[in-house]
């Protein structure tokens, strides 16, 4: 049993092991609930959780200076797992985290993955101990791919210090594995490897799966079966795409539960890992301003936009089979809004977030096929370049009628939201990549100013912006006087801009998400229910889109997308307010 260190090692960088908790709810311990314990029937019992530096659940690390006496303890409020349940600041003490990047030699990997954990490993978020190994068919030596990996990273701007001595400490740490994803003999080749740099320390291994959906089933099966941790936690990370409807995602959960507790899945939405994401919730619950307009009442409509100026280029192949409704609507977009549109949670803890965040999914109206829009980017020449349409992608069928457009009205059918319409628009090939929640509230009742706005109330009522990328910043359109002798008002905006307000550079998405997923923090990943109730809205509409062999509205690659989308605003009274003089 893991003895109960003193309350006053909470918090020291330097100290061993620094409370006794369990890896889901510092809470229950204060509200004194007994627990329910993470399973752990296939990967043995002990439970460490590493909290970082860098985590954004220190505080409640902090609150637990009280730690359960041996009183507590003995009176059952936690059970004997629980007490081999050890909170670690990851320094000093025994035990180590392995990484696993199943599917090391992919776009993914290289773009986002090891760029993230080199952020994680400069800022000193890591636990001390850590390994992490490449995974893929190809073929490749140690060197190879820490050769392959230095290409892509980069220090962080706003601190250059050490940067190459620590990015060859980092590349020293990175091993790599080659093996099939359906190999169990592979993975136990793996484990092997993984237990020499354990060094017989309690092993917590994380896998991320970067692959392509069909082989996820695969490589969770050989990695559970050959390579899981004998005596500590193991995770895997699943990216999208969960399915392309319900039926084919209730199949994967069901497939990955086979190996897998419910709790050992972290399904990643990297958009949910997105600093203006996270900060909704600061935003509405931290600010009293905010949630008393937060309704039916004070709010008109809320848009969702989603653009990219750059086309499939590359993924054609993937994207293809999905469509932009199921590439971004079905899950960011989707997302955003319920926890834009969520009720208060109880707490900030995983399971209170995503209980409110499945109550919302599950009021949404269905969508009918009247409320969506579907375009397709077709080639275009601009100033003499030329660029090219979406079936001009050797990897999509000539005649695919896939959306790479797409817009859609949705109702939220509860007190809060009754009436009020929330528009979706995702867009590849568009004139510019935005990211951004727009919130349009009502017009001023008997507006004394109505004569110096003018007749367009569209342009006299206050929005407020959240812009999510590029220039990440959150502004709010008012009325204001325009100095001088007369009575002229105009629109401006109060402005929150990162940039001027922040120094600090804003982390990557999945440096956030990784560093939760080693911490076993749930919170910003999607539970299974969740992603049910996301699928029921969407697969009914995505099916008869499909069925009925709906023709997308040819736009210009480059160009603002299907004018349908306007008509599709306008039939619910909304205009879009990414387009406009002030956008
Ligand atoms: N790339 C991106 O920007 C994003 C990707 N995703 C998701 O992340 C995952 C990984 O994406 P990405 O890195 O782009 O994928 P890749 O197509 O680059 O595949 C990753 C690796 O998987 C192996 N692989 C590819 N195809 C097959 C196959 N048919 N059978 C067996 N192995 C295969 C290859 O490694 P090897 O041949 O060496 O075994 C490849 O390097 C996917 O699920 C994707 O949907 C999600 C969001 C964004
Ligand atoms: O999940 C996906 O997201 C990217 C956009 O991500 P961002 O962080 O660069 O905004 C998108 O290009 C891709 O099609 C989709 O699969």
């Not at 349940?85 to 090391?104: E, H, L, P, R």
Request: proline share 5%.
């Amino acid at each position: 049993m893991t003895a109960l260190p003193s309350p006053n090692h909470c918090c020291s960088s330097s100290s061993s092991a620094y409370s006794v908790n369990s890896s889901i709810g510092f809470h229950q311990i204060q509200r004194n609930i007994p627990f329910s314990l993470i399973p752990q029937k296939k990967f043995g019992s002990k439970n460490v959780s590493f909290r970082s530096k860098c985590s954004p659940s220190l505080p409640d690390v902090v609150l637990m200076q009280d730690a359960p006496s041996p009183k507590e303890l003995k009176e059952g409020l936690l059970t004997v797992e629980d007490r081999n349940t050890v909170v670690s600041d990851g320094k000093g003490d025994d035990s180590t985290v392995s990484i696993t990047i199943v599917g090391a030699s992919g776009d993914l990997a290289k773009k986002k993955i090891f760029p993230a954990l080199f952020a994680l490993y400069y800022e000193d978020c890591l636990p001390e101990h850590f390994t992490i190994f490449g995974y893929a068919r190809s073929k490749m030596t140690d060197a190879e791919l820490r050769d392959m990996v230095s290409r892509t990273l980069t220090c962080r701007i706003d601190k250059r210090e050490n940067c190459g001595e620590k990015m060859e400490q980092f590349l020293k740490r990175c091993f790599y594995h080659s093996g099939n994803y359906d190999s169990e003999e592979n993975f136990t080749e793996l484990d092997g490897k993984l237990k020499e740099h354990e060094a017989g320390r309690v092993s917590n291994r994380l896998f991320y799966l970067s692959i392509p959906p069909n082989i996820f089933v695969d490589a969770v099966k050989c990695a559970s079966r050959s390579a899981s941790s004998a005596n500590g936690w193991t995770r895997v990370i699943v990216e999208k795409p969960f399915g392309r409807d319900s039926e084919s995602s209730a199949a994967l959960t069901r497939s990955l539960k086979q190996y897998l507790e419910e709790e050992q899945i972290f399904r990643i939405d990297h958009y949910l890992g997105k600093e203006l994401v996270e900060n909704l919730s600061v935003l509405r619950f931290s600010n009293l301003i905010f949630e008393p307009l937060w309704s039916r009442k004070y709010i008109r409509n809320v848009q969702l936009i989603f653009s990219e100026d750059f086309g499939t280029e590359g993924r054609g192949g993937y994207f293809d089979h999905y469509g932009i409704i199921r590439d971004i609507m079905q899950n960011h977009l989707l997302q955003i809004l319920a926890l834009f549109a969520m009720e208060t949670p109880v707490s900030l803890d995983a399971e209170d977030i995503r209980n409110e965040k499945v109550k919302v999914l599950r009021s949404m109206r269905p969508i009918r096929v009247d409320d969506v829009v579907v375009g397709q980017y077709k080639s275009h020449t601009r100033g003499g370049l030329s660029y090219p349409g979406y079936t001009d992608d050797k990897t999509v069928p000539k005649d695919s009628l896939t959306p790479t457009f797409a817009a859609a009205a949705l109702f939220i059918d509860n007190a809060r939201w009754d009436g009020v319409p929330f528009l979706m628009k995702a867009g590849k090939a568009l004139h510019d990549r935005r990211a951004e929640i727009r919130v349009q509230f009502r017009h001023v009742p008997g507006n004394l100013y109505n004569r110096n706005v003018g007749t367009d109330t569209d342009r006299a009522t206050n929005e407020l912006v959240i812009r999510v990328q590029p220039d990440e910043a959150i502004y709010l359109k008012i009325n204001n006087k325009v100095p001088g002798l007369g009575m002229r008002l105009d629109r401006s905006n109060l402005n929150l801009l990162y940039k001027a307000r922040y120094t600090k550079e804003i982390p990557d998405a999945y440096e956030r998400l990784v560093l939760d997923a080693i911490e076993g923090e749930r919170r910003l990943f999607i539970r299974s229910d969740e992603l049910d109730a996301a699928w029921s809205l969407f697969t009914p509409v995505l099916k008869e889109i499909e069925e009925k062999k709906v023709i997308p509205e040819y736009y210009p690659y480059g160009s603002r997308g299907p004018v349908g989308a306007h008509y599709l605003a306008a039939r619910h009274n909304v205009k879009w307010g990414d387009v406009g003089v002030d956008e």
